[in-house]
């Protein structure tokens, strides 16, 4: 079926230190992973997406990483900053509903 | 100059009554959507239009009625509103079907009492 596994719920990291989000996903077909971030009282926003002829995308201190044989994609983001707090949401696309499924969601807290 | 845009950000009300959500874009996009995010956050889809027809319609009840006049607006009327109503319903809009890109409004809390 559909569904999209994302792990940790909850994430809190020092600030400067490096923060990682996995995800999986069901359907073999799926070739679009999007990473959303929701910053308190907003709506998600895009912040960087993966296709599965590629590996791997940098933009920045962030990166995806897309492992399509074991179905598992992961957001790296690198010398976090305080305003990288907020709730990180992968997704996929599943071309057989025409539609994005979305993860549970990571809470992603940076210490100062 | 807001891209998408929804009112009321804050909706209060009683079990039983009806309440609407208006939702307008303007990024000249083809495709409309409404996302339901409960108290644990979870972001699951409702329904699509493209071209003000409904091309999605998740298992919702009959309750929720949404309505798209044009391209650029898709509302959402919900009857005989319930406790298990209160969420955050977003409306977002993408270029097209296979557009892939969700542009999210900033959503509008619903309590139903």
Redesign the interface.
Known sequence: GENVEQHPSTLSVQEGDSAVIKCTYSDSASN?F?W?K?EL??????II?IRSNVGEKKDQRIAVTLNKTAKHFSLHITETQPEDSA?Y?CAA?YSS????I?G??T?LSIRP | DTAVSQTPKYLVTQMGNDKSIKCEQNLGHDTMYWYKQDSKKFLKIMFSYNNKELIINETVPNRFSPKSPDKAHLNLHINSLELGDSAVYFCASSRGQGALELFFGEGSRLTVL
């Open positions: 679009y999007p959303y929701q009282g907003k709506g998600p926003q895009l997406d709730v949401f696309w509903a025409s539609k994005i979305f549970s969601g809470r």
